[in-house]
């Protein structure tokens, strides 16, 4: 029988989840950063598919120093950045990631290249040799704030930044980067790169941000992909998430879609930047907020 559900494309981003830090200023320049990159992704993703559009909106974010992921990425404790990213596209079933790889541009593109590997988790100083084998050129992602919140021994929890898409062929990509905590144990692995982070089925994708270890002691992605599965709706999977993580006091945020074009998200943080458009337009966390 020809199956010809019309499927809707729909995109959600994020920009971290935590305490909203920085000046209502900032606060706002970040928002609009969000909505125009919503903007440009869902573009990619009507004209490319999901996996481009994911690709695309992780790149833009990793450019911009607002966030911390790529440029603006937060330094670890002995002074060294360290980023970590990955991708999950439910039309091969393949996670791929890379953890702390140093002085590149664009993580998602290693992790996006390494999906194309017959091993796809690459870490520490091997995954940035393993970038100059291929050509990917050096690059200083430190900026002069984030030099000034080392320099302050400033540790937060906000800033990495995600994407999930669901395209016309029905395929859900999730992606996420991130230059981790701030003044963390030199090496530290987060939740980004792992399944626990950043999870996708053919049913639903999801991607986190928030403190990475409670991120992993909850299997939050993977955790609301399959309940999802299972039959619950994908509003249903993320309230029941959060409402967990606030009665245990964790502090984490996602972002969620399905394979019916429904969008979830939800956050046991004071905030949680993101924006989403759902084919008639882009909403995003401040518009809400004022909306409220
Ligand atoms: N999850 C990231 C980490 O633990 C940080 C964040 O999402 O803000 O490194």
């Given at each position: 029988?020809?199956n010809?559900?019309i499927?809707k494309?729909?995109?959600?981003?994020?920009?971290?989840?935590?305490?909203l830090?920085?000046t209502?200023?900032?606060?706002?320049q970040?928002n609009?950063?969000?909505?125009?990159?919503?903007?440009s992704?869902?573009?990619?993703?009507?004209?490319?598919g999901?996996?481009?559009?994911?690709?695309?909106?992780?790149?833009?974010?990793?450019?911009?120093?607002?966030f911390?992921?790529g440029t603006?990425s937060?330094l670890?404790?002995?002074?060294e950045?360290?980023m970590?990213?990955?991708i999950?596209d439910?039309?091969?079933?393949?996670?791929?990631a890379?953890?702390n790889?140093?002085?590149i541009?664009?993580?998602?593109?290693?992790?996006?290249m390494l999906?194309?590997?017959?091993?796809?988790?690459l870490?520490?100083?091997?995954?940035?040799?393993?970038c100059?084998?291929?050509?990917v050129?050096?690059?200083?992602?430190?900026?002069?704030?984030r030099l000034?919140e080392y320099e302050r021994?400033?540790?937060g929890?906000?800033?990495?930044?995600?994407?999930?898409?669901l395209?016309?062929?029905?395929?859900?990509?999730s992606?996420?980067?991130t230059?981790?905590?701030?003044y963390?144990?030199?090496?530290?692995?987060s939740?980004?790169a792992t399944?626990?982070?950043?999870y996708?089925?053919?049913?639903?994708?999801?991607?986190c941000?928030g403190?990475?270890e409670?991120?992993?002691?909850d299997?939050?992605?993977?955790?609301?992909v399959?309940?999802?599965e299972?039959?619950?709706?994908?509003?249903e999977?993320?309230?029941?998430?959060i409402?967990?993580?606030?009665?245990?006091q964790?502090?984490?945020?996602l972002?969620?879609?399905?394979?019916?074009?429904?969008i979830?998200?939800?956050?046991?943080?004071?905030?949680?930047?993101?924006?989403?458009?759902?084919?008639n337009?882009?909403?995003?966390?401040?518009d809400?907020?004022?909306f409220?």
């Open positions: 029988m020809k010809d559900k499927i494309p729909r995109l959600i981003i994020h920009g971290g989840a935590g305490k830090e920085g209502s200023d900032r606060q706002e970040i609009r950063s969000l909505k125009t990159v919503c903007q992704s869902y573009l990619t993703l009507i004209e490319q999901a996996r481009e559009s994911v690709l695309h909106a992780i790149r833009s974010l990793e450019d911009d120093s607002l911390n992921a603006g937060r670890q404790a002995d002074g950045i360290r970590s990213s990955s999950m439910s039309s091969t079933g393949i996670f791929s890379v953890i790889v140093q002085n541009r664009h993580p998602i593109d290693i992790a996006d999906s194309r590997e017959k091993h796809t988790v870490a520490g100083k091997v995954a940035t040799d393993f100059r084998n291929r050509g050129d050096y690059h200083d992602p430190i900026t002069e704030l000034a021994q400033i540790k929890s906000h800033g990495t930044v995600g994407a999930v898409a395209d016309k062929s029905g395929t859900i990509v992606g996420s980067s230059g981790g905590i701030g963390e144990i030199p090496g530290r692995v939740d980004t399944v626990a982070g950043n996708s089925s053919s049913v639903a994708g999801a991607s941000t403190i990475g409670e991120i992993v002691n299997a939050v992605a993977a955790g609301v399959i309940r999802v299972n039959g619950m709706s994908i509003h999977a993320v309230q029941n998430t409402e967990k993580a606030k009665k245990s964790k502090r984490y945020g972002i969620a879609l399905d394979c019916n074009s429904n979830g998200y939800g956050f046991a943080t004071e905030g949680m930047y993101y924006a989403y458009h759902d084919g337009g882009i909403t995003s966390f401040i809400e907020m004022e409220k």
